[in-house]
């Protein structure tokens, strides 16, 4: 049995999510059906980690298990010849047998993308969020400074979430906006709990509109309340960037 590590880039907008879903057509399921397709035999895709509906990953990174004796390089070309165009496999390649894409993770960094400026743009529009009041960036950065350590963020949880242990620790949050309006918000982790990043953007975006006060995001930690924190930034606005091992 050899083992494979892939890293994916794709579009997660016609997609239900990473995970096999029964309401829709997941990444992994696609992934699966047409490796099974090339080695012949039924393989199971692991995640670093799961991406909602409508997110977006410019690295995401993957493992399976095969028997094929198919060489990498093949399975490469193979596998970006016949997947759709929303999924492109940018590298494939057998690791030692105890590498799993999930269980070796170390953080993970995800980016949102809000596009602001006055005139909503036309084009690409399924990979940002637009807002058209001009947002005060100081005001979200000083926020952002009560997020970075190890917190209870509840708060920032999904509502429904099973997840009991909700203690995770923030290493960085770093802001960028670009001459064409673009906002970047880069946040790494060493996990992330379901919505967490959208919620935490949501809340950061109520801050720069001037809806509330930076040193509020304190109290909205320390109060482990979903109800407490600001709304859910839309998914097409999120990215999974980079998994470190």
């Not at 708060?155 to 770093?174: E, L, M, P, Q, Y």
């Not at 880069?186 to 975006?205: D, H, P």
């Amino acid at each position: 049995m050899r083992n494979f590590r892939m890293i994916l880039e794709y579009d997660g907008t016609d997609y239900c999510g990473w995970q096999r879903q029964k309401n829709g057509v997941s990444v992994q399921q696609v992934l699966e059906e047409i490796i099974g397709l090339i080695a012949n035999e039924k393989v199971t895709v692991i995640g670093s980690g799961r991406t909602d509906a409508g997110v977006h990953a410019l690295n995401q990174v993957a493992s399976f298990k095969s028997n094929t004796r198919l060489p990498a390089e093949i399975l490469f070309r193979g596998l970006n010849g016949l997947l759709p165009g929303a999924i492109v496999v940018k590298e494939l390649e057998e690791v030692a047998a105890e590498f799993h894409a999930q269980h070796d993770v170390k953080s993970k960094v995800y980016v949102y993308r809000i596009c602001n400026k006055r005139l909503r743009p036309a084009l690409e529009r399924n990979y940002f969020w637009f807002i058209h009041h001009p947002l005060a960036l100081s005001l979200m950065e000083q926020a952002a400074r009560y997020l970075i350590g190890r917190h209870d963020f509840s708060c920032f949880c999904a509502t429904g979430s099973n997840v009991k242990d909700r203690t995770r620790t923030v290493t960085d949050i770093s802001f960028n906006k670009g001459e064409d309006g673009l906002l970047e918000i880069t946040v790494e982790a060493q996990g992330f709990l379901k919505y967490m990043v959208r919620n935490i953007v949501g809340t950061l975006v109520e801050i720069g509109q001037g809806k509330r006060l930076p040193e509020e995001m304190k109290k909205i930690i320390d109060s482990r309340d979903r109800d407490i924190a600001g709304i859910t930034a839309p998914a097409r606005g999120l990215y999974l960037k980079e998994v470190r091992y």
